[in-house]
């Protein structure tokens, strides 16, 4: 297993030497900042809109909070084996070139059913997780909807990996 790398760019433009190793299931996320909107975070990506909306399980009509993250396509030149300069203006990207261990599967699940927000409501779904409001017996903290979900996840799949696994192939967990 290939050792897990993250880079966080500041606010600054910067032109950087850069190899990208792209493992199987690598993600690359870019966080919302004041003034961003999807078509934005699309162009500075070098993404087509369509796809960041689709990837992203958003609409052109969706609302963008600040501090949202984004998945960006990691299918594109960005993030392919390449070696050479690559021009990065943006505010934060995150990049994770490692994606199998619990913790990533789990926050990738996360932020397709929330975008990672921990109040976040869909009918009886609540929360990071969208968990079904009866699960979390009137305890809506985030430490209870983290311990819930780690429990449903278990029970059901086994392990973070294999709710993953389960959701790219069903769209739901």
Do not use: C
């Amino acid at each position: 297993m290939r050792p897990s790398i993250s880079i966080t760019l500041g606010v600054i433009s910067l032109a950087l030497p850069f190899s990208f190793t792209t493992a199987t299931h690598a993600a690359t996320y870019y966080t919302a900042q004041p003034g961003d909107t999807l078509s934005s975070i699309a162009q500075e990506a070098d993404e087509a809109l369509a796809q960041l909306l689709t990837d992203n399980h958003l609409t052109e009509q969706s609302p963008l909070k600040i501090g949202q993250r984004i998945i960006l396509n990691t299918s594109n030149s960005h993030h392919s084996n390449k070696s050479g300069n690559k021009q990065l203006r943006a505010a934060k990207f995150i990049t994770n070139l490692n994606d199998d261990d619990e913790q990533a599967a789990k926050e990738w699940i996360a932020q397709r059913e929330s975008g990672g927000s921990y109040t976040i409501q869909n009918g009886q779904q609540y929360g990071k997780y969208q968990l079904n409001r009866a699960y979390l017996k009137g305890d809506l903290s985030p430490e209870n909807q983290d311990r819930v979900a780690d429990e449903y996840v278990q029970q059901r799949y086994g392990s973070w990996q294999q709710a993953k696994q389960f959701f790219l192939q069903n769209n739901w967990y």
